[in-house]
């Protein structure tokens, strides 16, 4: 039986809802997120499982509540309850205290805590007995992120051999960083349990490639040039590279509806004559906010002509908010954007407009249609969606992005945008100065171009490729 021919079992750390109480009633609120976005659709065609955390421990009436959500979306949602102390240490701990930090090549964020990865290694195996719970021979199970990578060895130790796929949604450090994890070992030979591992950039499975080579050197390595192979005490992993994306088409109608144009009407009536320059990002060190803050601030200070001209709108979503590391992120920023406004704000103009909020689509949309100038900067992401979406959503073509090249999607979108060092406060200083004078069939050209690269390689094209190199050989 091919892959398409199966039915998609997905695993996934959160599912595509969180269950919380409202007083005395449990609800059931549909979640955001990069991987339920370009999911979503493909499980509803596809009337898939989908196992997960459901946002609440075994107290909730769970099951029901899913019951009725799972017909509404299509496709059955599992859940995996977890109890407070198992969110603490495996989720808040383990997962976005150590991996999380260290994947994104920031070792000064991490917290190396063995309770941490006691419950890491507890979690994923009440995972793997879930998964074990609902399998069934037409599945094709799709395990996804930085949370799971031990689920398949759990799997094995319970004696089931399935074919089992992996995605990493976050880049994969080089052997250096990864050598500073105590469970190193344990992690990469974890991995080496699936038997098809997808990263989002060449660096990324390049990188893998390097730990095995360093940490275990009896693996056989095999290299292609879009894939390699490892072999292992006479098993066969696949390793592929499978850049993710987004559904181009959804983008790109929503953006013409009225309701997005009214949206992006009243985000300029609000801000009125300015050209506005763009970032949306989840509240997350990674993302380079403080960075992208004190490079817009050096852009005022080296190009007189940009101020009253231009306004950072910044969108920061919150996110993970009971990891103290965040919480002090937002107090940075709140003080930063609070200095540098203080520093320029005249009667009628503020330099940053930064607000601390989730958006409804339909606004999110408006934004990206509204700012003429999208402003993507993370210090390190697995890929980065934002900026896909930007040019999927730019319709008149006329939008610029401005990205930086530790973004995964630097990769494919490097010939397009203008390219910045996010730590270069000097180089990203000019890129917006260079997007501000840019002339219009510049921004056409390159937008045309970006537009064309993200409608190409769509959603679909990743979830096929991915499908498709699971068959291959
Ligand atoms: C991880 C990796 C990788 C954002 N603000 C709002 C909102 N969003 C949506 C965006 C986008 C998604 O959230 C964010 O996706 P990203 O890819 O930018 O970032 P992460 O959440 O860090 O995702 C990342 C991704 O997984 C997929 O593999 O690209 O590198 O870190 O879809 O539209 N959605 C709504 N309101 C908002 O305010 N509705």
Known sequence: ???????????????????????????????SGGLIT??????????GIWLGWPGCGPEAPVESLLEAHSAEQGYELRPVTLEEEQVEKYYRGFSNQTIWPLFHDLLGYC???AENWNFYNLVNERFAASVADFLKPDHFVW??????????HFLREMGIDTHLNFFLHIPFPSCDLLRRL????????????YDHLGFQTAHDRRNFVQCVRSLIPEAAIKGHRQRSEIILEGRTVKLGTYPISIDFDEFNSFARSKEVADAAWFVHENIPKRTLLLGIDRLDYTKGIPERFLAFERALEKYE????????????????????????LKEDLDTLAGRINSRYSTEGWVPIHYMFRELNRTQLLGYYRACEIAFITPLRDGMNLVCKEYCASSIDNNGVLILSEFAGAADQMAKGAL?????????????????FIMPGDERQKRMKALRAEVRRNDVQRWIDWFLQSDQAG
């Open 1 to 31: 039986m091919s892959p398409e021919e199966k039915k998609l079992f997905i695993v996934s750390n959160r599912l595509p809802i969180m269950v919380a109480r409202d007083g005395d009633e449990w609800m059931v609120n549909a979640s």
């Open 143 to 152: 395990i996804h992120d930085y949370q799971l990578m031990l689920v398949a």
């Open 38 to 47: 370009a999911l979503a659709p493909l499980m509803k065609r596809n009337h």
């Open 111 to 113: 917290d190396f805590n």
């Open 305 to 328: 002509d940009l101020r009253k001209q231009i306004s950072l709108v910044q969108i920061a979503v919150p996110s993970r908010t009971k990891v103290p590391q965040y919480r002090d």
């Open 419 to 435: 390219m910045v060092n996010p730590y270069d406060l000097e180089g990203t200083a000019d890129a917006i100065y260079a997007a």
């Open 182 to 193: 105590p469970w190193k070992y344990e992690i990469i030979e974890g991995l080496l349990q």
